[in-house]
T-cell receptor, first 113, second 112 residues
């Protein structure tokens, strides 16, 4: 059982609202990731972090931002949500020197009206 | 663009049959991983194969890796209805930074 948690699981909001998707893990992993998954199921890496105060943009350009102030916490923020941001957002983590396996949260499904 | 491409995109088989999914990737890798995703849920790790390995087994799963062709396959033997899910390959590229990227996925339906 993976100890990585995402909230909220589902969020429906109006255009222009600011939202934060939370991701926390209790495994002490240094590496954390955000993926965006389209309805057609392809996953795209949008942000990653190798440790506290380290964040990088992924392969898919995203208007979202992330922060990594604590090892266990990797929140994703959208300052002004738009319908094009409607998607499933998946958070994952892994530890240095481990098996390389990624542990995923259950995902946050965002709908912007 | 995505690192991995998988085929088929969708596969429907009868319970008890074997299911084979293929993955191709573009760059040198440290390892390749396969994940499973039930509808609307997060991904679950199935098996990891390192770049110096050619074949690996785990229960009813068999994974092969051909680094010269930059391809991998996942075989699920004696499939069950509970295997119905989407399956993704993921690559950890060489370079030591573990920036894992995923393929396009195969949607498997096992008919009871």
């Amino acid at each position: 059982e993976a100890d990585i948690y995402q909230t909220p699981r589902y969020l429906v909001i109006g255009t222009g609202k600011k939202i934060t998707l939370e991701c926390s893990q209790t495994m002490g992993h240094d590496k954390m990731y955000w993926y965006q998954q389209d309805p057609g199921m392809e996953l795209h890496l949008i942000h990653y972090s190798y440790g506290v105060n380290s964040t990088e943009k992924g392969d898919l350009s995203s208007e979202s931002t992330v922060s990594r102030i604590r090892t266990e916490h990797f929140p994703l923020t959208l300052e002004s949500a738009r319908p094009s941001h409607t998607s499933q957002y998946l958070c994952a983590s892994t530890g240095t020197g481990g098996t390389g396996e990624l542990f995923f949260g259950e995902g946050s499904r965002l709908t912007v009206l | 663009s995505q690192q991995g491409e998988e085929d088929p995109q969708a596969l429907s088989i009868q319970e008890g049959e074997n299911a084979t999914m293929n993955c191709s990737y573009k760059t040198s890798i440290n390892n390749l991983q396969w994940y499973r995703q039930n509808s609307g849920r997060g991904l679950v790790h199935l098996i990891l194969i390192r770049s110096n390995e050619r074949e690996k087994h785990s229960g009813r799963l068999r994974v092969t890796l051909d680094t010269s062709k930059k391809s991998s396959s996942l075989l699920i033997t004696a499939s069950r209805a509970a295997d119905t899910a989407s399956y993704f390959c993921a690559t950890d590229p060489s370079g030591g930074y573990q920036k894992v990227t995923f393929g396009t996925g195969t949607k498997l339906q096992v008919i009871p």
